[in-house]
């Protein structure tokens, strides 16, 4: 079946970098895209990123460009997601959501990683 | 970029009794393709969202026929025929006509 395994939470000092997996399981990686949303306490959902499937390609969210990198390796299944420069406004729970190429639906996503950016 | 906007932002229900929440975009979510890229979304505590209706108005797979969704243009409706205790938790839009892809704000139900 599939799965979208995220790698564990993380503490960060502000002015770090953070790079987060997603390990997907049960289909072929590079036959979806991948995206990266962000929740912050209390706040609403956020998009931040995403790669397509294929031929590696990103998108940006413009409020984190510049700071945030998405990458894959295909031959470890696995999605990466790095933020830099890192402020308390970074803490939130990342998640990692696959979307169809056509771009219907998220239609399954990682269990979520805490990133907490504190002094 | 879209804005989404919910309302209400709380919504106390009765079990077997019906609701409704709406979503407002900023601008027409319909693409040239012909689909309205609108998504629904419910988010139960410490779990990630999971979808619920996709396209405006499909219900994803393995979704309850309770949950119906509605709309065009810029005004949406989810609704819910016959809410059950297991329905409680924040519902979210979700524009994917362009990117950023964006939510609203989310409507946390409750059972009263």
């Known amino acids: 079946q599939v799965q979208l395994v995220q790698s564990g939470a993380e503490v960060k000092k502000p002015g770090a970098s953070v790079k987060v997996s997603c390990k997907a399981s049960?289909?072929?990686?590079?036959?979806?895209?991948m995206h990266w949303v962000r929740q912050a306490p209390g706040q609403r959902l956020e998009w931040m990123a995403w790669?397509?499937?294929?031929?590696?390609?990103?998108k940006y969210s413009q409020k984190f460009q510049g700071r945030v990198s998405v990458t894959r390796d295909t031959s470890a299944s696995t999605v990466y997601m790095e933020l830099t420069s890192l402020t308390s406004e970074d803490t939130a729970v990342y998640y990692c959501?696959?979307?169809?190429?056509?771009?219907?639906?998220?239609?399954?996503w990682g269990q979520g990683t805490l990133v907490t950016v504190s002094s | 970029d879209i804005v989404m906007t919910q309302s209400p932002l709380s919504l106390p229900v009765t079990p077997g009794e019906p609701a409704s929440i709406s979503c407002r975009s900023s601008q027409s979510l319909l693409h040239s393709d012909g689909n309205t890229y609108l998504d629904w979304y419910l988010q139960k505590p410490g779990q990630p969202p999971q979808v619920l209706i996709y396209l405006g108005s499909n219900r994803a797979s393995g979704v309850p026929d309770r949950f119906s969704g509605s709309g065009s243009g810029t005004d949406f409706t989810l609704k819910i025929n016959r809410v059950e205790a297991e329905d409680v938790g924040v519902y979210y839009c979700?524009?994917?006509?362009?990117?950023?892809?964006?939510f609203g704000g989310g409507t946390k139900v409750e059972i009263k």
């Open positions: 049960g289909y072929n990686l590079i036959t979806y895209t």
């Open positions: 790669i397509t499937a294929g031929n590696v390609n990103t």
């Open positions: 959501a696959r979307r169809p190429v056509a771009g219907t639906l998220f239609d399954y």
């Open positions: 979700m524009q994917a006509l362009q990117t950023p892809l964006t």
